[in-house]
T-cell receptor, first 114, second 115 residues
Framework: GAVVSQHPSRVICKSGTSVKIECRSLDFQATTMFWYRQFPKQSLMLMATSNEGSKATYEQGVEKDKFLINHASLTLSTLTVTSAHPEDSSFYIC??????????FGPGTRLTVL | AQSVTQPDIHITVSEGASLELRCNYSYGATPYLFWYVQSPGQGLQLLLKYFSGDTLVQGIKGFEAEFKRSQSSFNLRKPSVHWSDAAEYFCAVGGFTSGTYKYIFGTGTRLKVLA
């Protein structure tokens, strides 16, 4: 149980385009979903926290207009990187919890912006 | 605010040797503690977790960790390392910051295993 999927696993896009990443909880309802960013050989940095039906809460320094988060249902959250640039290239990981203290992580999405 | 320190960026051990990865945390209350492992290009796999109770926690793949409140530590151990254990290891603390529950990750320790 407690499986989280992400789609796509890899995406390559041109500079200036927008990219959407989906995060789904497959076998439980996720009260809260989290989006992390991980640069090569670095740790995970929390970008934002989203609750179903509410606006996401962004961490300090994260541009909310650049990284749009939508948590439309209890099983789906999406992260849209708008007008992507090469510096947005990174590994994006989502996680979800169900009113507990443990987060369940997705497999990650590798974004490369050319 | 909570914080996590993993003092060792890189550790190299020989296959069959014992391993200890250090994790120190700062948090005002009893934290929820986790160890994850990440292989290159992959997501996180939970090794073990501590919420309460017995301070020695057993996890998957032969790993264990001990919560020491007096030292604010949650070190990960394995008695005999296998070559397949080579990976990045992250310690995480779960706690409330400004009313929101979130994880804070340590910077990670990269384990190299010599044959």
């Amino acid at each position: 149980g407690a499986v989280v999927s992400q789609h796509p696993s890899r995406v390559i896009c041109k500079s200036g385009t927008s990219v959407k990443i989906e995060c789904r909880s497959l076998d439980f309802q996720a009260t809260t979903m989290f989006w992390y960013r991980q640069f090569p050989k670095q740790s995970l940095m929390l970008m934002a926290t989203s609750n179903e039906g509410s606006k996401a809460t962004y961490e300090q320094g994260v541009e909310k207009d650049k990284f749009l988060i939508n948590h439309a249902s209890l099983t789906l959250s999406t992260l849209t990187v708008t007008s992507a640039h090469p510096e947005d290239s990174s590994f994006y990981i989502c996680s979800a919890d169900s009113q507990g203290v443990e987060q369940f992580f997705g497999p990650g999405t590798r974004l490369t912006v050319l | 605010a909570q914080s996590v320190t993993q003092p060792d960026i890189h550790i190299t051990v020989s296959e069959g040797a014992s391993l200890e990865l250090r994790c120190n945390y700062s948090y005002g209350a009893t934290p929820y503690l986790f160890w994850y492992v990440q292989s290159p290009g992959q997501g996180l796999q939970l090794l073990l977790k501590y919420f309460s109770g017995d301070t020695l926690v057993q996890g998957i793949k032969g790993f264990e960790a001990e919560f020491k409140r007096s030292q604010s530590s949650f070190n990960l151990r394995k008695p005999s390392v296998h070559w397949s254990d080579a990976a990045e290891y992250f310690c995480a603390v779960g706690g409330f910051t400004s009313g929101t529950y979130k994880y804070i990750f340590g910077t990670g320790t990269r384990l190299k295993v010599l044959a």
